[in-house]
């Protein structure tokens, strides 16, 4: 069966379907509106106390504050690997490596380096300061001392 070259087609994008006037298309504005900034004063500073570019802050944390934390970020199952890890990384004594630990926990710069790893190193240490207190104040019967012992001697 032969098409008619002026019947309309039953396709929507053909081009030749102009007998039918479609539904007229939404009006879109053209141009979109400029949203003009907040009015300034010419002689004002727009940010009286502007933070300095990263470029211009120093570093939060030396270079070696940094390794100490990349370092401490790593697990270790037995205590000797890491003490011999802090030998080989550091060229530091063991309780030397950790003096600068807990140096280095309690600067703002770390906390806002990687405050979770931070954090738990605070609490453990905590954990362990008191575990030491609590040691330090019993007796080897397991009670706990009223004080000092008693100085006064039996001439």
Do not use: C
């Not at 727009?46 to 940094?66: F, G, I, K, M, W």
């Not at 380096?113 to 240490?125: H, S």
């Not at 954990?127 to 001697?153: I, V, Y």
């Amino acid at each position: 069966m032969p098409v008619r070259p002026n019947a309309p087609s039953a396709d929507p994008l053909d081009a030749d379907s102009h007998d039918t006037d479609p539904a007229p298309a939404p009006a879109i504005d053209p141009e979109p509106v400029a949203t003009d900034p907040p009015a300034t004063r010419p002689d004002s500073d727009p940010d009286p106390d502007p933070e300095p570019t990263p470029a211009a802050q120093p570093p939060l944390l030396s270079e070696r504050d940094l390794r100490v934390l990349d370092f401490e970020r790593r697990w270790w199952r037995h205590a000797g690997a890491k003490e011999e890890a802090i030998r080989a990384e550091f060229d530091l004594p063991a309780a030397r490596y950790y003096q600068l630990l807990n140096a280095v926990i309690d600067l703002p710069g770390a906390t806002r380096t990687d405050p979770m790893l931070v954090k738990r190193l605070q609490r453990a240490r905590a954990e362990r300061l008191q575990a030491r207190s609590a040691r330090a104040f019993t007796t080897p019967t397991g009670r706990q001392s009223s004080g000092p012992p008693n100085s006064e001697s039996n001439d």
